[in-house]
């Protein structure tokens, strides 16, 4: 892929679909084979490197020899650097006018939007639809290049806007049968409903927008690729919202389980990825509340895992080997590592514990970081019957994470098990048009897909055929059957919007009661001082066991989900007797606490609770808590997960020095990991060394998941597994896999110690020369939609590490999305921030302004007017005035 400010565009938009969309956990679509014709381009990572748009601009008018050569899969560059239409008018309209006017079809009175100094517009309307009008408006008038990327993900038709480098990534949105579930969707809407009558008033503004869009208004993106933007339809909506499913509700627990369970048995399998979390610090506080003996937190972890045993057999061998093999490359980047980094935080405080007597709230969620943001904030203003603060999903109305008069509400992602697959038997094992249920044929549903490029060209066509439980998928001559929530659910939106009009925590928990997909944990706090906490969404009930994370029989109807779980069993507490409650993905109930949910499967693999665990160590340990305490915390560089591990790598030292088995490497590194407080500070010098101990140990520990052979681990346990491992001095485990002498811990814990500093000295240098520096080493990459470096910022210092409440990945590309704190007293303050700005035109002032407050840790205060004259007339920036079209 060419260097420069402009690479490829087609490709660029691929590969930031393909790699800046996170899954909370599991696997890729793509490994699974459909009845296929064409090729399949390849999409290469592109180089990164900071330049500012300006000169992004100047170079590209550099390069340029002749203004009628196209430029890779560019538009000719003539095109471009048209004075009245090129890229230069990108800048001429980069920032708001003192004051606009426009026209809505179908708009039924005046609304006025008055944007403040944080690039926030307030619009006051006369009704509900006509404020969703004017939202779409807005949205489109500083993102529209952002709605309709979104929406052809989720449709899978980005090949329209970029041509054949995104074939792949349509080709698993559709294998998954995603556009066909939105489809449904839509059309099972009441077209008189409030959630249709919405969904149409939003496409309204973003098409009123679209129409009298000028030539020199149009995006840049559009203008290097060539091309004009769509219509934006209902359906559009829903493909948004079942794209952020696939984000976050899709997982594949028991391919993962199998995989192990081939190279060390199914018990083995069972304990290192486990139903439940070996360390226990639930959502749902356990009642009564009384804190128990633990460590750092959490509670005392059962007794280690037991090792490796023989590989399960049986007549059904053949087609699971088929189905590891298959899933070889999928997992690999799923499982290469010590298991997620990432996550999102929420956490409330009742008055009594706060220093101002009201209740507190912060929100945290954590996921893809781009420019333009995930996020849009709006103020939506309907005198008597709206009045709500906060973000909504660029593509979609109303407000997702936020705060009214009464009550403020943020979610973070549940991960439940919602995803179960099938073997399934067919007639033809290459076209099958049947599959066989309790002894009879039924006929499959089939669904032929065409790929198109801009111009209309087909590009290849695909078969992808149904069962009654969902897409069916060839592995390896294998038929694998798919069903999930995200294809059956519908509700979401129309509970959301539904939340936006309550008035306390009880209002708001049965306004949310039917929604289904993803499962959130949503925390909710209110004026009255209420805190609540309930981890909603559709929970599928099994057969048997209950468990999802096995395969089963597609044969039999028997296996089919049976129901769904009652909202009376959900993960619920409203207001704890301990006084505040939090989430960070953790396991939302402990399994051996009495309540509804006990005994119930909800999923497997939970992520560590490290996270929960600092934030509660931190709540715990302050009765006066005040806005700026939850705004510290949200970036606090502690970490629950190095105070377990830290003592058992010095501990481990200690004891090999005294029996004179310590190497002077082993001393040394030993000696600098002892000299660090464990914070994750910018300026800390020592945090390397453990990540790099951390990694050391985990690829000691596990090397009986190495298949023979070339490859990664089949799969990684969590830390929180090898947390539970380390009570054991003398696991199995900790033998060297294929070594003749019985291992210890000690002995592992200290090589892999001595092996780290090896490592750091080697890529970063001696320890005292500045190298080892945690900003010159972690950093966060923000990348435009295109993946233009350009237009992106990166290489950006961050406070955080692994498993911190302000976590960083390793590239960097995942983290805090939006960060919110409310405090709901007489009136409702809130102060908030996300990393970039309102507007996605890259010359924009208001494109990356919020970004170095989220870099330092600083939240904006949020204008929340009544009326548009409670604006100071220095805060607002911009007004427009939109009025009904003729």
Do not use: C, K
Not at 145 to 167: D, H, K, N, P, S
Not at 563 to 569: K, N, P, R, S, T
Not at 736 to 749: K, M, N, S
Not at 806 to 833: C, F, K, N
């Amino acid at each position: 892929m060419p260097h420069g400010p402009y690479h490829d565009a087609a490709s660029g938009v691929a590969y930031g679909v393909a790699y800046g969309v996170p899954r909370a956990r599991g696997v890729t679509a793509g490994v699974m084979q459909r009845e296929r014709h064409g090729s399949v381009p390849t999409v290469s990572r592109p180089p990164a490197h900071p330049l500012r748009a300006a000169l992004a601009l100047a170079l590209l008018a550099a390069v340029v020899v002749a203004g009628a050569v196209p430029f890779g899969q560019l538009p000719p560059l003539g095109a471009l650097l048209d004075p009245i239409s090129g890229v230069w008018a990108v800048a001429r309209g980069a920032e708001l006018p003192r004051s606009a006017a426009g026209r809505i079809p179908r708009l039924t009175a005046p609304v006025d939007v008055r944007y403040d100094a944080r690039g926030v517009p307030h619009i006051f309307a006369t009704s509900e639809e006509d404020a969703y009008r004017a939202q779409g408006y807005v949205v489109a008038r500083d993102r529209l290049f952002q709605i309709e990327l979104q929406a052809r993900a989720g449709a899978g038709t980005l090949t329209e806007l970029v041509g054949a480098a995104a074939l792949p990534l349509d080709r698993d949105t559709r294998a998954l049968g995603l556009p066909s579930a939105a489809e449904r969707s839509v059309a099972a809407l009441d077209s008189t409903a409030a959630t249709a009558r919405a969904i149409r008033a939003y496409a309204d503004g973003v098409n009123a927008w679209i129409d009298q869009l000028g030539a020199a208004d149009l995006p840049i993106e559009y203008r290097l690729l060539g091309r004009r933007p769509s219509h934006w339809r209902p359906v559009d909506a829903f493909h948004l919202l079942d794209r952020m499913s696939y984000t976050l509700a899709y997982s594949a627990e028991e391919l993962a389980r199998w995989r192990v369970a081939r190279l060390v048995g199914d018990t083995a399998a069972r304990a290192l990825l486990p139903t439940h979390s070996p360390i226990q610090e639930p959502i749902v506080p356990p009642v009564p509340s009384v804190p128990e003996p633990h460590v750092v937190g959490g509670r005392l972890p059962p007794p280690g895992a037991p090792g490796p045993g023989a590989p399960l057999g049986g007549g059904s061998t053949s087609r699971r080997v088929a189905l590891r093999d298959a899933l070889r490359d999928a997992l690999r980047d799923a499982v290469a590592g010590e298991g997620p980094t990432l996550g999102s935080n929420n956490w409330a405080v009742a008055p009594r514990r706060t220093r101002d007597g009201v209740a507190l709230l912060a929100g945290d969620p954590h996921l893809e970081l781009t420019l333009p943001s995930i996020w849009y904030e709006v103020h939506l203003v309907v005198p008597g019957h709206l009045d709500v603060e906060g973000v909504a999903l660029a593509g979609g109305p109303g407000v997702i994470l936020g705060f009214n008069r009464d009550v403020a509400w943020t979610f973070t992602n549940t991960g439940a098990d919602v995803t179960d697959f099938y073997w399934e038997t067919v007639d033809d094992a290459r076209r099958p048009t049947r599959y066989r249920l309790d002894g009879s044929w039924r006929p499959l549903t089939r669904r032929v897909e065409v790929y198109r490029d801009p111009s209309g060209r087909a590009l290849a066509v695909d078969t992808v055929r149904y069962t009654h439980r969902g897409p069916l998928r060839q592995v390896d001559g294998r038929w694998v059957s798919m069903r999930w929530t995200a294809l059956e659910g519908g509700h979401a939106l129309r509970t959301l919007l539904d939340g936006m009009h309550a008035h306390s925590t009880a209002d708001w928990l049965r306004a949310t009661a039917d929604y289904d997909v993803p499962a959130q944990n949503m925390l909710v706090a209110d004026r009255g001082g209420s805190i609540a906490i309930r981890s909603t969404g559709r929970y599928p009930l099994r057969p048997g066991t209950g468990r999802g994370d096995v395969m089963r029989d597609g044969a039999s109807s028997a296996s089919d989900w049976q129901g769904a779980l009652a909202i009376g069993q959900y993960p619920t507490a409203v207001d704890p007797a301990q006084g505040y409650l939090a989430s960070a993905n953790q396991e939302p109930v402990d399994p051996t606490a009495a309540g509804p949910a006990r005994g119930l499967y909800l999923g497997s693999d939970w992520p560590p609770p490290w996270r929960a665990m600092r934030i509660n160590a931190l709540l715990r340990a302050d009765s006066s808590v005040t806005p700026d305490d939850m705004r510290r915390w949200q970036t606090d560089p502690g970490s629950a997960r190095a105070d377990y591990f830290v003592p058992y790598f010095l501990a481990a030292a200690r004891r090999a020095d005294s029996a004179h088995r310590a190497s002077s490497t082993a001393r040394a590194a030993a000696r600098l990991l002892a000299q660090w407080d464990r914070r994750y500070t910018r300026d800390n010098v020592r945090a390397v060394l453990f990540e790099a101990a951390m990694r050391e140990l985990t690829r000691r520990t596990w090397d009986e998941l190495q298949p023979p052979g070339a490859g990664p681990r089949v799969a990684t346990p969590s830390s929180a597994v090898l947390a539970e491992l380390l009570r054991d001095s003398t696991s199995v485990w900790w033998t060297e896999h294929g070594a003749g002498v019985v291992g210890q811990r000690d002995d592992v814990l200290a090589a892999s110690l001595a092996a780290a500093y090896d490592t750091t000295v080697r890529r970063y240098g001696p320890p005292d020369a500045g190298g080892w520096r945690w900003d010159r080493i972690r950093h966060d990459n923000i990348f435009h939609l295109l993946h233009i470096p350009a237009f992106s910022r990166l290489g950006l210092a961050v406070q955080g590490g692994t498993e911190t409440l302000s976590p960083s990945s390793g590239d960097g590309t995942e983290g805090p999305s939006w960060r919110m704190v409310v405090a709901l007293g007489p009136s409702v303050h809130g102060w908030a921030t996300y990393p970039g700005g309102q507007s996605g035109n890259p010359v924009s002032s208001r494109y990356a302004d919020r970004l170095p407050g989220w870099l330092a840790g600083t939240l904006d205060s949020v204008r929340f007017p009544l009326r548009p004259a409670d604006l100071a007339p220095s805060d607002v920036r911009s007004t427009l005035a939109l009025e009904p079209a003729p």
